[in-house]
């Protein structure tokens, strides 16, 4: 009841000034916690580009990825802010992307796991990357039979995520390797995204970009555990938005070494 009060005086005397303050204090505390055991960071600041084709492609079809718009969107939390960083890693070569591969369609049953909500728009982050990357076909995958489908450039395939086995006889279906982005949009637990990755990665070219999304912090926590001292690059991208509190905004960037 308190709570309630206070949080309506904030917002029409101060104008979330002290929601605005706690979020951020919130952000630096979590900053701070995730970069425990390593020894290097940096911090880019950067205003908006409405003009940012992924975030166009984001309110066309629906997807949380990225946005412009600030409301009518399908699902019932802020969008993501990741179309920025997707722009920032792609834009320069577009055209060379030649298979990309997505863990998690987007259900709309809201009896499953990591639903997107009934107003969902399933397939809608495939359908980003088909218009994004002109020359690639985009491979998803999903545990909701019901909403597999084909499209001009994009295939789909059943998929257990929790499931070493299913992971495999996907794959096998797919009969691809050689990717050059792999996106887990999936389940989004520590569990889940390590199962994934271990019968994934083989499947990622030499100079491909493997993301796991939406990554809480104490699942942040436990991948830089697994990753130490691995045979892989790996960044950890935690992606501030303006008068939001970080949450899962964030993501895991893992590349091949190269040398």
Known sequence: MFKRFFRK???FVF????????????????LKLASIGLDYNYTTIYQKNTTNPISLLCDKYGSDKGSILEKGHPYGWPPHTYSDYYHL??????????KVFECGLGTNNPNLLSSMGSMGKPG????????YFPNAVIYGADIDRDILFTEDRIK??????LDPIAIKECWSSINEKNFDFIVDDGLHTFDA???????SIDRLSIDGVYIIEDV???DLIEYKKFFRNSEYEVDYVLMNRPDLPLSDNSLVVIRKRSI
Do not use: C, P
Request: hydrophobic letters at 35%; glycine letters at 4%; zero cysteines.
């Open 156 to 161: 789909t395939f059943y998929i257990d995520q």
């Open 15 to 30: 104008s979330g000034f002290f929601e605005r303050h706690s979020n951020q204090k919130n952000n630096t505390n979590l």
């Open 216 to 218: 809480a912090i104490n």
């Open 9 to 11: 005086l904030d917002d």
């Open 193 to 199: 995204g390590l199962t994934l990755f271990i019968q």
């Open 124 to 131: 809608a982050s495939l359908r980003v990357w088909r218009d």
């Open 89 to 98: 890693l792609f834009s320069s070569r577009r055209q060379h992307i030649k």
